[in-house]
């Protein structure tokens, strides 16, 4: 939770951040001497979660500040710690947007229960129930990183939905490297090094940001690394990471270990990803028995077929004969679009818009995100993108 501290008084206002830094050690406590008028000096990325307000002077305008600043930002709370507490101030302070008015100087016990009482109604209001899909290679080469990251860039291009990508190949993933020329500042080992810090401003700033609305958390980049990273520590990133993404995407590595599966426990879907040829089916029967052998159902695994060629010697049927199960997603070879997205590190959405790779892959995105598809004439963000190309 991110906590501000507003106060005239100095004494007081190191007062309140020892307390709050002493109450969790996980939240971010920042402080601004002096008024109300302070706050229009915090940036958007400042902006705290809860705002407390120590002895709020009326003849100073501070209400008539904090009324305005509550109207542009609802979501944050606002606490107000005063001396006097007399039903017209209270009236004054609620009008203004505070939601409670503790005594003034406060104790640990009342501020504390207050801020508690603030981050559970916080905690139920984050918990948007995000979707988990895992992308696993049946064998080296498949594309599964290909396609997990660029369906990533997919799904944020429409603007519509937040989204994260976790690489999970902890000892060589390269994920980052398929849709940014950019090195990753943190990886998952850091954040697993770091997990007391884990608070959703600490996990979107260990990201890679792709663009805005879709960030990369990079494999470690030294695969001594990889046993940092422990399957409690899974657990804990993605919960937090389901309340804050609309879609989380996981590139799992072929290696079935305790952290992987712990991953796969977590999806609510699995993609495994194989080419029709022999060696493909077979490691792919394998991972399938195995995934049986988890009793993860039916219905969380959709094997996708890369590269695939109606034309090609093994047909979908075959397949579905050898899984005793359906495949429903296929993806077009496009082998030049794909290499030069791959040796660009840019999204093959945005370097070839109209090849075929780029067009199955947001047909997969609104497929995952249930979103209709546009219609013909007027165009929508795929149309508008070709035409800045042309």
């Keep these: 939770m991110k906590i501000a501290v507003i ?206 609305n879709y960030g990369v958390l990079a494999a470690p980049s030294d695969p001594t690394h990889a046993n940092d990273v422990k399957p409690d520590h899974i657990d804990a990133i993605l919960k937090l990471a389901r309340r804050h993404y609309d879609f989380v995407l996981l590139d799992v590595g072929r290696s079935l270990d305790a952290v992987t599966i712990r991953a796969l426990d977590h999806a609510d879907q699995i993609y495994p990803v194989l080419q029709t040829t022999l060696p493909y089916i077979r490691d792919g029967k394998r991972m399938l028995n195995v995934f049986r052998s988890l009793e993860y159902g039916k219905d969380k695994i959709s094997v996708i077929v890369n590269r695939h060629d109606k034309g090609g010697e093994i047909k979908l049927k075959d397949l579905e004969g050898a899984f005793d199960t359906d495949v429903s997603i296929t993806m077009p070879n496009h082998y030049d679009a794909a290499a030069r997205s791959v040796n660009q590190g840019v999204p093959v959405i945005q370097l070839a818009p109209a090849s075929p790779l780029s067009v199955a892959l947001v047909e997969l995105s609104r497929k995952l995100s249930g979103e209709a598809a546009p219609e013909q004439q007027g165009g929508g963000w795929l149309s508008k993108l070709r035409a800045r190309k042309a």
């Design 7 to 212: 106060s005239r008084d100095e004494r007081h206002l190191a007062d309140v951040m020892r307390m709050l830094r002493a109450r969790s050690p996980s939240d971010e406590v920042d402080h601004l001497g002096g008024g109300v008028a302070r706050l229009s000096m915090l940036g958007d990325e400042q902006l705290p979660d809860v705002l407390v307000i120590d002895r709020p002077s009326v003849d100073d305008g501070d209400l008539e500040l904090l009324e305005r600043f509550s109207a542009q930002h609802p979501r944050i709370a606002c606490v107000a710690l005063c001396e006097a507490r007399d039903p017209e101030f209270l009236m004054q302070a609620m009008r203004a947007g505070v939601r409670e008015v503790l005594p003034s100087p406060a104790t640990s016990a009342t501020l504390n229960t207050a801020i508690e009482r603030i981050g559970e109604k916080l905690e139920r209001r984050s918990q948007a129930n995000g979707k988990v899909f895992a992308f696993i290679s049946c064998k080296g080469g498949s594309g599964a990183t290909f396609l997990a990251t660029n369906l990533g860039y997919a799904l944020a291009a429409s603007g519509k939905y937040k989204v994260a990508l976790i690489d999970m190949n902890l000892q060589f993933g390269d994920a980052s490297l398929f849709v940014s020329d950019h090195k990753p500042l943190a990886t998952l080992s850091d954040v697993a090094q770091q997990i007391h810090r884990l608070d959703p401003s600490f996990l979107a700033s260990s990201m890679l940001n792709v663009t805005p």
